[in-house]
């Protein structure tokens, strides 16, 4: 029998107080080692583990890639690296997004899937969009503990019911009631089964490790898509036998059907921006020939260049209308 004492952490929008709050009872002896992924920016820097120290009893770092676990601390993934766990370490890498993210929840959790099977307990607090319901889901396949925060205890509900709707999670609670849990799981005794055997899991951990055989590996688990990924350029392949849809390309770029959404929104946003801009300067090039026409007296050709100024302000026009209601439309499909 072993000791369920791995925990692993994931948060979004809302997240650095649910992290607080939860954090703050645990006990200075507490028998686990937690660890922590907060999405963040990739040129910030992150005061997070200063912030959780202060909060409650345990020492909480941004860990050294290879560092031994140790019992009774908190690891917090640093800005722009996967944190991961690897066989008794801790791993720091700078491998492909998932999920538009690096860190990235999903990594994390499917290494504590893959090393740790009944020992790890995985939680889902508050955020956005989809991160972390793949992760989740492995872990519970591997026979650990999925728990939630309750979306109506959650800032942002997205990722809590994201979780709740395509994995059989066990606890769902309030974060202030998640602590107590945690203390009452930690204290069971499970019975190991090894390290993952699925080769999807242990290849997709790989891939986030960077392990290039994993990366160069033409065997891939789904079909070509028909869709690009946002980041690279490379085909999308579809994740056959997966009880959520997702995507990954060659170099390991990852998204969720949510997430990938998403990119594709900003891109096309992108796109209208920059034609709008390219339409508008258009317009001002127009008019300064407009100007000089007419101060040499080409009235004809000085009418052709307005024409052409009103014909490119309209079709910019035309853009802006489509990015405003766009936006309109994203905001009221999430509100829903």
């Known amino acids: 029998m072993a000791e369920r004492n791995i925990i692993v952490i994931g948060c979004s929008v809302g997240g650095v107080e649910a992290l607080q709050r939860l954090v703050a009872p645990l006990p200075k002896d507490f028998p686990a080692a937690l660890f922590v992924v907060l999405h963040l920016a990739p040129q910030s820097t992150s005061v997070l583990p200063n912030i959780l120290a202060r909060a409650g009893s345990l020492p909480a770092v941004h860990p050294e890639d290879g560092e031994r676990i140790r019992i009774g601390r908190i690891y917090v993934a640093p800005p722009d690296n996967h944190l991961l766990i690897e066989d008794g370490k801790v791993r720091i890498l700078r491998g492909p997004r998932e999920n538009r ?7 994390l959790f499917r290494s504590a899937a893959r090393w740790y099977g009944p020992r790890a307990i995985g939680v889902v607090l508050t955020g956005a969009l989809d991160d972390g319901t793949a992760g989740l889901l492995a872990i519970k396949k591997r026979g650990g503990i999925a728990m939630v925060q309750d979306p109506m205890d959650a800032f942002c509900a997205d990722m809590p019911r994201s979780a709740m709707e395509t994995v059989a999670v066990d606890y769902v609670a309030g974060v202030d009631r998640i602590p107590e849990l945690l203390q009452e799981l930690v204290s069971v005794k499970v019975q190991e089964n090894g390290t993952g ?26 079909n070509p898509s028909q869709f690009a990924c946002p980041e690279c350029g490379g085909v999308l392949w579809e994740m056959d036998g997966e009880e959520m849809l997702r995507f990954r390309c060659r170099v390991g770029h990852a998204y969720t059907a949510g997430s990938l959404g ?3 929104t900003e891109s096309v946003e992108g796109a209208l921006w920059a034609a709008m801009r390219a339409l508008e300067e ?55």
């Open 101 to 107: 993210h690096r860190p990235a929840i999903d990594p």
């Open 197 to 222: 055997k699925s080769s999807r899991l242990n290849k997709e951990t790989d891939i986030a490790e960077l392990d290039m055989h994993a990366v160069e590996d033409e065997n891939r688990p789904g």
């Open 262 to 264: 998403v990119e594709q």
């Open 282 to 336: 258009g317009a001002s090039l127009a008019r300064r020939m407009e100007e000089r026409a007419g101060r040499g007296k080409h009235s004809h050709m000085a009418g052709r260049y307005r024409e052409r100024a009103e014909s490119k302000m309209q079709q910019a026009e035309v853009l802006r209308k489509l990015i405003v209601e766009g936006k309109d439309e994203l905001v009221e499909a999430e509100a829903s």
